[in-house]
């Protein structure tokens, strides 16, 4: 035989192995990747989309980094006060802009962290930086009621509640239960297949959309690499009414689609959608990075 024709030959081999692994179970390693990345910079107002962001041990750079507290420190959500989703925010190393209807302002990242306030998210208490009074007067005027902005200090320490047995102690700022919140496009569609009215993603207000997964199969993993970034310790997404609200007029009009998610994706702890993750190390997450399920 000659060389060109064993060329041939090993070529069509190759080319068979690669089809056949692509068919096996290892095909989801290549074809997932992440197809949308958001931050949110104040709690349960609305998001930013990015190219990409930092990870952080407490989550991305810039999410859930300020919060919005009422006169005993208690943390203020879509949940008593919908128009929240129509505060804009956009997060720059620099500063933080906030918009409120046709008024912007800017807070710059630099803080002295001198004034403190005790806030509580959920059951845990503890200490954050209060921001300017003016800052604090003016969402308060805009949402109708009293309220205080805070931002999570170098001082501020919470720490999530994780199931690993040795001396990991992992942090997270403002958001609900875990640093980072994933959702898949495909869970999306078929959430979407049972109801009159489409929702978009942003109702479920995910730090990365990943795409090529069946739907719901981001439920079994149990360890995940992208990029350089290695998340681990899931734990489901329990949702609640703010799924409800259009995100872009902060309305609510009926009961879905959590009616209709409730009646197949209850779980013991509630209805769930999208996976919290835990990051083990920092690094950088962009668009279009390879997801990988390591278990």
């Known amino acids: 035989m000659s060389l060109k024709g064993a060329f041939s030959i090993q070529s069509a081999c190759s080319k068979i192995k690669k089809d056949l692994d692509l068919g096996s179970g290892t095909r989801k390693h290549f074809v997932m990747k992440v197809q949308e990345l958001h931050i949110y910079p104040i709690k349960s107002a609305r998001g930013q989309k990015v190219k990409n962001f930092e990870m952080t041990e407490q989550g991305p750079v810039g999410d859930r980094q300020w919060m919005l507290i009422d006169d005993k420190g208690s943390f203020l959500s879509q949940r008593g006060f919908p128009k929240m ?59 109708g009621t009293s309220c205080r902005l805070v931002r999570y200090a170098p001082y501020s320490q919470r720490r999530v509640r994780s199931n690993d047995e040795g001396n990991w102690s992992p942090e997270v700022r403002f958001a609900d239960g875990r640093p980072l919140l994933l959702t898949s496009q495909k869970s999306l569609e078929d959430l979407n297949s049972r109801l009159s009215v489409p929702v978009p993603m942003n109702r479920f207000r995910p730090n990365i959309v990943v795409d090529g997964a069946k739907a719901y ?13 290695i998340l681990s310790q899931p734990k489901a997404s329990i949702r609640c009414v703010i799924i409800n609200i259009d995100q872009t007029t902060g ?26 993750w835990i990051p083990e190390n920092t690094g950088i997450i962009s668009e279009n990075d390879a997801v990988e399920v390591l278990e």
């Open 251 to 276: 309305e609510s009009r009926g009961p879905d689609p959590l009616k209709t998610l409730a009646s197949y994706r209850r779980i013991e702890r509630g209805v769930s959608f999208g996976v919290l």
């Open 85 to 143: 989703a129509t505060i804009e925010t956009f997060y720059e190393p620099e500063a933080l802009t906030v918009g409120l209807g046709k008024m912007f302002f800017k807070i710059s990242t630099k803080n002295n962290f001198q004034r403190k306030a005790t806030v509580q998210v959920w059951n845990d208490s503890f200490e954050a930086a209060l921001e300017p009074d003016l800052y604090s007067q003016g969402i308060a005027q805009y949402l």
């Open 217 to 229: 199969e981001e439920d079994q993993w149990k360890k995940i690499k992208i990029g350089s970034v």
